[in-house]
């Protein structure tokens, strides 16, 4: 384990929320361009990393990044990890990760837009339709957990999903 003295500590409030059926919403409309939501099955461990990056990089997504290549490649070819990847005009625009290991219960570990992306009505339609895709798993719950380091429009987006918070706490991030 890392010391921690030799880290930097970022402060943060996380918000845990969850939905206990498929949601009942209105649908957002489909954004303009060439849209595609697509599952990868067990993709390359240098394109998960330019996702995650990419899109967690300005949000402090560290987790992920302390994985072994090994460690990841594991983790990625688990058949109850789902990577869904929406493209616009044929480039990665997003990323929508669920964890099925503890069913019933689906997570939703990672969400987010790569930032040449963001501001262009895509977050929503994309978590709406990544949500549906969710729920066509034999799921009870689906949980996601949002923090003041995300997004400022993240929690607001997910409770607009359907999601409703149930608690918060504070914790923090360490980077080395």
């Known amino acids: 384990m890392r010391d921690r003295a030799n880290t930097k500590r970022i402060p943060t409030v996380v918000t845990f ?8 919403i209105v649908p957002p409309p489909l954004p303009s ?3 595609a939501i ?4 067990a993709p390359p461990i240098h394109f998960y990393r330019y996702l995650y990056d990419t899109i967690g990089r300005a949000h402090y997504w560290v987790d992920r990044k302390k994985l072994s290549d ?6 990625l070819q688990d058949p109850n990890l789902f990577l869904y990847v929406l493209y616009v005009d044929g480039c990665p625009a997003g990323m929508a ?5 503890p069913m019933p219960t689906g997570q939703l570990a990672y969400f987010g837009l790569v930032p040449d992306y963001i501001g ?10 990544s949500v549906l895709l969710a729920w066509d798993r034999p799921i009870n719950k689906l949980k996601v957990n949002t923090c003041t380091l995300d997004h400022p429009r993240a929690l607001p987006l997910y409770q607009r999903a359907g999601f409703i918070p149930y ?3 504070e914790r923090y991030v360490f980077l080395p």
């Not at 929320?17 to 009942?24: N, V």
């Not at 090994?70 to 983790?75: R, W, Y």
């Open 17 to 24: 929320l969850d939905m206990k059926a498929r949601p009942d």
């Open 33 to 35: 361009g060439k849209i």
């Open 38 to 41: 697509l599952r990868t099955a």
């Open 70 to 75: 090994g460690e990841l490649s594991a983790l």
């Open 97 to 101: 990760e669920f964890d099925f290991r």
């Open 120 to 129: 262009r009505g895509l977050g929503h339609y994309f978590l709406f339709q």
């Open 167 to 169: 608690a918060r706490e």
